[in-house]
């Protein structure tokens, strides 16, 4: 409580020193805050501590994040992030030193240290020394700059407070040094590779996210069980005949659907750093029916159709009913009835082999940092055959869950009839609310 309160005072003290009275709505409304009325004669901290009332200690955080990184306030924003990373695993001293060892003398090679290091930490306000008159900003230009070598990368972190910062401003740090523009060619990836021997040890590594003109672009994050590569073959809300699928390009592994293509949905566009979010899927299901003027509804009827049970419908519309208004552009697509395994066989057809015993998800997330949640609505299919209980059929399930596991995705099963009848809402609601905890889903 004492901190919940201590953060809404930083987060008010900062919008009434920073905006006027007329000025507050607009920026209450940029950060989800409804500002009251000035009219009873309460000053611009009373009107923003009304607003923040009934906020949770995280969501109180993250306004604080926010704002502190959009008005370069330091301190509101690692007083943020403190709160947000209290369960994430430390990047201790330690790392921190040796990592900056693997630098030496040079941080960041072709980029300008000084406004490389501006971006993320208040070099301009901070004094270097107790009794010096010259700001830190100066003797980084001067140590690093003017005199290449005087100071270590590790005199720099003591100096900036790199060493005891948060894991995000750290982590930005790490990914800026290591940016195409300043660092290319050969000793890049073999500094990659010295730096993540360091960082292993607190459970973390940078890994390749993106590229720029082909040179690649690095990203610090856990080391997880999360699968290895990108999602290529998104095929999903299968509603009819089981579609004939070809390889149009087999070197690219580029599918082509021979026949039955209206009984399911291919999403064919890559699937970036946050995984795959709704309104991606909206806007490529726009592009794919000329434009729809409302392809948020016409993309969620046909998602739909493939609902197999009044359980997975119950999942489906209590997630959007629930999140859509709470996360808005940073929703999760949640994609119903995705092939997972396919078998271009049909299974009843099958005389010397096995089909495999699951082709399909009822549910699949695609979160960032390439985390892939399946959630599982099990009617009694799961566990017998022919009206009576089967341990062959559940170890079949069990089995394949499995497989799926050390694979890297993640799974989470519901009964059937957890999802109907006047508990479901909140069942569901629970759930998910501790999912977005879990993998830190925020909205945006």
Request: charged share 25%; with cysteine; glycine share 8%.
């Amino acid at each position: 409580m004492a901190r919940r309160i201590h953060i809404s005072e930083m987060i008010a003290n900062k919008l009434s020193n920073a905006y006027t009275h007329a000025t507050l709505p607009a920026i209450g409304e940029e950060f989800g805050l409804t500002m009251p009325s000035a009219a009873d004669g309460s000053s611009k901290k009373e009107r923003a501590l009304q607003a923040l009332a009934g906020k949770t200690e995280y969501e109180l955080a993250e306004i604080a994040r926010d704002l502190g990184r959009q008005s370069r306030a330091f301190g509101l924003e690692e007083e943020a992030l403190a709160i947000l990373e209290r369960n994430t695993p430390a990047i201790s001293e330690i790392t921190r030193r040796d990592i900056a060892k693997c630098f030496g003398d040079d941080l960041c090679g072709e980029r300008d240290v000084v406004a490389l290091v501006k971006e993320l930490f208040p070099i301009e306000m901070m004094t270097f020394g107790t009794f010096s008159l010259r700001i830190l900003e100066e003797e980084i230009q001067q140590h690093m700059v003017n005199f290449p070598g005087d100071w270590s990368v590790e005199t720099l972190f003591e100096q900036i407070g790199a060493l005891t910062c948060s894991i995000d401003r750290f982590g930005r740090l790490l990914e800026a040094a290591l940016h195409p523009l300043g660092r290319r060619g050969p000793e890049l990836p073999i500094l990659v590779t010295a730096i993540n021997e360091v960082l292993r040890l607190d459970g973390y590594r940078l890994a390749i996210e993106s590229e720029l003109s082909g040179h690649p672009i690095y990203r610090l994050g856990t080391i997880s069980r999360s699968p290895t590569g990108s999602p290529k073959n998104l095929i999903f809300a299968s509603n009819g005949p089981k579609p004939e699928i070809g390889l149009g390009d087999a070197i690219n592994n580029d599918i082509t659907i021979l026949s039955n293509a209206s009984s399911c949905l291919v999403y064919d566009k890559p699937i970036g750093r946050d995984g795959l979010l709704w309104r991606e899927l909206v806007e490529w299901w726009r592009d794919l029916q000329d434009h729809s003027a409302d392809a948020a509804k016409d993309l969620g009827q046909r998602l739909h159709q493939s609902l197999a049970s009044d359980a997975e419908r119950q999942m489906f519309k209590t997630y959007f009913q629930l999140y859509h208004p709470k996360l808005g552009g940073a929703l999760p697509a949640l994609i119903p009835q995705v092939y997972l395994h396919y078998d271009p066989a049909v299974v009843s057809a099958l005389r010397h082999r096995k089909g495999f015993v699951r082709q399909r998800m009822d549910f699949l997330l695609l979160l960032r940092d390439r985390v892939r949640i399946v959630i599982e609505v099990d009617g009694s299919q799961h566990f017998s055959q022919d009206g009576k209980p089967s341990l062959n059929v559940y170890a079949d399930m069990v089995s394949a869950d499995r497989d799926l596991r050390l694979s890297g995705y993640e799974i989470y099963r519901f009964g059937s009839n957890e999802l109907v009848g006047g508990q479901a809402f909140g069942r569901i609601e629970s759930f998910f609310d501790r999912l977005w905890r879990l993998y830190k889903v925020t909205g945006a």
